[in-house]
């Protein structure tokens, strides 16, 4: 019983984790104007990390609020 409130609360600090990392990425001027670079120039590469960087943006996004949920989810499951 004592392993399972550790494993929870693992997942509750990767959600965290996950939240602030994406937060970070909105918030931060360095990702933006790199993205804004990105839109502008006519590479292929650069269509490939635009899509990459805002791929794992939404992973966070989405990680984070499915994981939170599954905590939530097992702590009144008890």
């Known amino acids: 019983m004592h392993e ?4 929870l609360l693992k997942v509750l600090v990767l959600s965290i984790v996950s939240w602030m990392l994406y937060f970070f990425i909105i ?7 790199i993205l804004i670079k990105i839109q502008n120039s006519n590479s292929s590469k650069g269509f490939g990390l635009y899509l990459t960087i805002e791929l794992f943006k939404y992973f966070l996004l989405i990680f984070g609020v499915i994981s939170f949920g599954f905590v939530i989810y097992k702590s009144f499951k008890k």
């Open 4 to 7: 399972f409130n550790i494993k």
């Open 27 to 33: 918030n931060s001027n360095k990702v933006n104007s």
